[in-house]
């Protein structure tokens, strides 16, 4: 069963990405902010994560830049509200594997795990 670490600020959102997730067959961590999230990434070397663009503090973006500058092979897959291309683009280039919309699909949500496992 793979871990999936989901890193957001609202507890809505973990929330909701767990249910699915847990239904699905995965098994979840959760870190309200980035830097949690990459404390969780190097203890817990999660198969995959979902994580939010915009946090207090670090951000999505700073947390792929950061995994890139460790060549970090986790992948990433952004849940964000914003859909502006440029900012696809960007997460893109920095090493997201995926980009899903906010509130996700269950079936795009899972279809896009099964992608990057």
């Given amino acids: 069963m793979s871990t999936v670490l989901i890193i957001d600020d ?12 847990q239904e699905g067959g995965y098994q979840t961590l959760e870190a309200g902010t980035a830097e949690e999230g ?3 990434i190097e203890s817990a ?3 995959a994560v979902l994580c939010d663009l915009l946090m207090p503090g670090m ?3 700073e947390l792929l830049r950061m995994l890139q500058e460790k060549s970090s092979e986790v992948p990433i897959v952004i849940v964000t509200a914003d859909i502006q291309d440029t900012v696809r683009e ?5 090493g997201a594997k995926g980009f899903l919309t906010k509130p996700p699909q ?4 899972l279809a896009a795990l099964a992608a990057v496992l």
């Fill in 90 to 94: 960007e997460c893109m280039r920095l």
């Fill in 10 to 21: 609202s507890t809505f959102q973990r929330n909701r990405l767990r249910t699915t997730l």
């Fill in 45 to 47: 070397n999660p198969d």
């Fill in 106 to 109: 269950t079936a795009e949500l």
């Fill in 38 to 40: 990459l404390v969780i």
């Fill in 59 to 61: 951000g999505g973006l």
